[in-house]
């Protein structure tokens, strides 16, 4: 959970209109962007809500580096291509494994504090790793990097922050088709910022989905953004599901981490028997796809509800000396909710926890839109393949942020286009009805896509909540809200007289982009006619070699890359 002594708030300064470098999103990824572009550029830092809150803030696990003796580079790449199900780019993964010890150094001079065993990083296993490689900060590492990298920013005389800023769309330039700034919601209005680039960091989209581990503000905003400027995306059917959220009535689905399982914790049904066992030969050290099916299998085999369901993590085979020293955040969560782990098996249940696919990008984070980058979760550089291993998340935003100390502007444009004046809407006197029919989508889409797109799928049932995700998309086009802001020219500024203008504005655009991140899976799920990582389709349960190939997405158009190697 977000520690709100860690929260900073300040009173915000006036908007400027035009920076070097955009970067919107502040986790790990954004953040530490921000810190590695040039000092010498002016750099707008963009978040929705305050810092630090963000997926990573959440990260338990930790980071994966060959750091130590027994291990290597080439191990660390054989582990991830095994779990990426035949999907990984072996150039970026390559990349990813060969840069993360230095990028770990580079981490510990910024200050943040892993764990150790005297001089030496303390190292843990997780699940598909073939070496102890997981660096840690007990089990709260993404707040320690976060609030590292949070603090660094701060010092940082070259970077704004932006804080309750709500990026609505990329601003394209009509003539170059580059990506030349954001439409911002910001201190009560629609503002046009200007850029030279534009970095998209916004993690993922885990809100479309009723049971996720991720936080409020994941609503897929960067990739909804990207899709709509014609950006191509690429492999949006995969999904990870946790198989281990604490599933209690009442609770929210607090993760509990991979590393509990590698520490020793035994997945258990009611009569405390490994079922994991059943479907894997690595029991509940399989890949967490594998374990998360075990799961799902286990409720279909036993009749329960998957929606209510839940198995048994029992920590108690660890000793209670590892448990209090590696897990404090867990059991402090766990004992919220009454839940002793020295006494008792903890209920879990799998939840969406990671989105594999994103805006397609290279090695140095370019999309295929120029003057647009993309970073963490919101991209897909090629390292995760069908199914991401354990911790090369959190690695994943440092490395491939490291690369943003190459970038190099184009000159400012030749000629400016001139603001335009200030714009009001037409009175919205039906607002409290536009409102209701946000909401209501708001609540029902995530368990549609769940239903329809979450651990099982089929091609029926996808079809079927795909027509409805384009109902309520037609329906959300409509509403006069809508259509007043759909029809905006870009440079032209808006205020509305509306009470709470910025909430009201969030809500309309994360709406907005969850339907389209809804209709995205939908349908990348309904085109790849097999299973593999973290897809699996009922109706087509294996993977077939015809289909080791990428998902590619542009506009409305679904393709096949070539087959990867």
Not at 244 to 257: C, D, M, N, Q
Request: hydrophobic letters at 45%.
């Amino acid at each position: 959970m977000v520690n709100p002594s860690n929260t900073y708030t300040s009173p915000q300064p006036t908007l400027n209109n035009q920076f070097d470098v955009l970067v919107v999103g502040t986790g790990a990824a954004g953040l530490y962007a921000a810190l590695c572009l040039p000092e010498s550029y002016q750099v707008g830092l963009i978040t929705k809500d305050t810092l630090p809150l963000s997926a990573s803030d959440w990260a338990q696990g930790g980071l994966a580096a060959a750091v130590s003796p027994e291990d290597s580079p080439l191990l660390h790449i054989e582990d991830t291509l095994k779990a990426g199900a035949g999907l990984c780019d072996f150039e970026a993964v390559k990349f990813l494994a060969e840069q993360a010890p230095q990028c770990v150094q580079s981490l510990v001079r910024l200050g943040v504090g892993f764990d150790r065993h005297g001089d030496t990083l303390a190292l843990t296993l997780e699940a598909a790793h073939s070496r102890r490689r997981v660096l840690h900060a007990a089990d709260t590492t993404g707040r320690t990097i976060v609030s590292t990298l949070t603090a660094q920013v701060l010092s940082r005389k070259n970077i704004q922050v932006i804080q309750q800023a709500f990026a609505l769309s990329l601003w394209i330039d009509p003539q170059t088709q580059r990506c030349q700034g954001v439409s911002l919601v910001c201190q009560g209005q629609i503002s046009w910022v200007r850029a030279r680039a534009v970095v998209l960091a916004t993690g993922g989209g885990g809100q479309v989905f009723a049971q996720t581990t991720n936080p409020a503000v994941s609503t897929g905003d960067g990739v909804a953004m990207a899709w709509r400027a014609g950006a191509v995306l690429r492999d949006l059917e995969f999904v990870q599901f946790h198989p281990t959220a604490l599933t209690k009535a009442g609770a929210p689905r607090f993760l509990i981490s991979e590393a509990v399982r590698g520490e020793g914790a035994h997945l258990v049904d009611d009569l405390g028997r490994r079922f994991a066992f059943d479907d894997h030969p690595a029991g509940e050290l399989a890949p967490r796809d594998v374990v998360s099916r075990a799961i799902f299998n286990h409720f279909q085999r036993t009749g329960t509800d998957p929606a209510t369901a839940n198995v048994w993590l029992d920590l108690r085979p660890i000793p209670e000396s590892r448990i209090r020293q590696r897990f404090p955040n867990i059991i402090k969560v766990c004992q919220r909710w009454g839940i002793d782990v020295f006494s008792s098996p903890v209920p879990v249940a799998p939840a969406a926890h990671y989105w594999m696919g994103g805006i397609l990008t290279d090695l140095i984070n370019r999309t295929s839109i120029a003057g647009l980058y993309a970073v963490g979760e919101t991209a897909s550089t090629g390292v995760h393949g069908a199914n991401r291993l354990a911790s090369n998340s959190l690695l994943e935003c440092i490395v491939f942020g490291a690369q943003l100390a190459h970038l190099e502007l184009s000159p400012p444009a030749a000629a400016d286009y001139p603001l335009k004046p200030t714009v009001s809407p037409p009175p919205l006197a039906d607002w409290p009805s536009q409102l209701a029919k946000i909401e209501a989508m708001r609540q029902e889409l995530p368990r549609l896509l769940w239903q329809s797109a979450g651990i099982c799928r089929q091609q029926q049932v996808l079809e079927a909540a795909l027509a409805k995700v384009q109902l309520w998309q037609a329906e959300f086009a409509a509403l006069p809200l809508s259509e007043f802001l759909l029809s905006l020219q870009p440079s032209q500024p808006v205020k509305l007289a509306l009470p709470d203008v910025g909430t009201v504005l969030r809500i309309w655009g994360e709406t907005r982009n969850l339907l389209d991140v809804a209709y995205l899976i939908l349908t990348s799920a309904a085109f790849r006619s097999e299973s593999r990582g973290g897809h699996y389709r009922a109706d087509f349960p294996n993977s077939e070699p015809c289909w080791q190939t990428h998902t590619l997405v542009q506009d409305n158009k679904w393709s096949k890359s070539l087959t990867v190697a």
